[in-house]
């Protein structure tokens, strides 16, 4: 019992896992359907990702409304994460403004999309630690790595459909990592989840 009492989460911890899962899954199917759209013959392979999106979300969600339902728990360290977050989102925000700008302005429009992809892959790497959630350092890595040998591989001025293939791929292999990582955050959430069940189980 003492262990399962020190590994447990807070609702803070919970919550937030749950929401960030939620992103990742949407930002993914995003990123997935902007690509897929402009392929020939996709519809198969749209159909799939909505249906695989629609599980994955509904999953989220579900933890989400469960995690609602946990006992408060405040702790003075949940005050300091709002404000650092909001830092780096704004440090990301300026970075993917100044990179696109700067290749609009070369005439490399095509390096726009995997520059900024890998812009974010950064920025998943200080949210891994001020979280607690080691899992997003890996997809900042994944985002890093699929985007440069997007840009090393991929020539600059091919097209899938009217979007340059560079586009397509980083958005691809992001989107993948996305879901990846996402999948690693709900069976995180079910253990979690089921903890709670056993103690609540325990003091009744």
């Not at 899954?25 to 799939?48: D, H, K, P, Q, S």
């Not at 350092?137 to 699929?146: A, E, H, N, S, Y």
């Not at 958005?171 to 996402?182: Q, T």
Request: with cysteine; glycine share 8%; charged share 15%.
């Amino acid at each position: 019992m003492g262990t399962k009492l020190q590994t447990r989460k807070r609702k803070p911890y919970v919550l937030g896992l749950s929401i960030g899962t939620f992103w990742l899954i949407a930002a993914g199917a995003g990123g997935a359907f902007f690509a897929i759209v402009e392929m020939a013959n996709a519809r198969t392979l749209l159909f799939v990702v909505l249906v695989i999106a629609g599980a994955l979300l509904g999953t989220s969600i579900r933890y989400i409304m469960s995690a609602l339902k946990l006992p408060s728990e405040p702790s003075p360290q949940d005050r300091r994460i709002g404000p650092r977050f909001a830092l780096i989102f704004i440090l990301e925000g300026v970075a993917i403004g100044l990179v696109s700008s700067a290749c609009y302005f070369v005439g490399h429009r095509s390096w726009i999309l995997p520059l900024s992809l890998i812009i974010v892959g950064i920025h998943f790497m200080p949210l891994a630690k001020l979280f607690g959630v080691p899992r997003y350092m890996t997809l900042g890595w994944l985002f890093c790595i699929v985007s440069v040998l997007t840009l090393v591989l991929v020539p600059a001025h091919s097209h899938v459909g009217t979007y340059f293939a560079q586009y397509v791929y980083s958005s691809l292999g992001c989107a993948a990592s996305a879901w990846l990582i996402s999948v690693g955050n709900l069976l995180e959430l079910r253990r979690v989840m089921q903890n709670e069940e056993s103690k609540h189980s325990f003091d009744r």
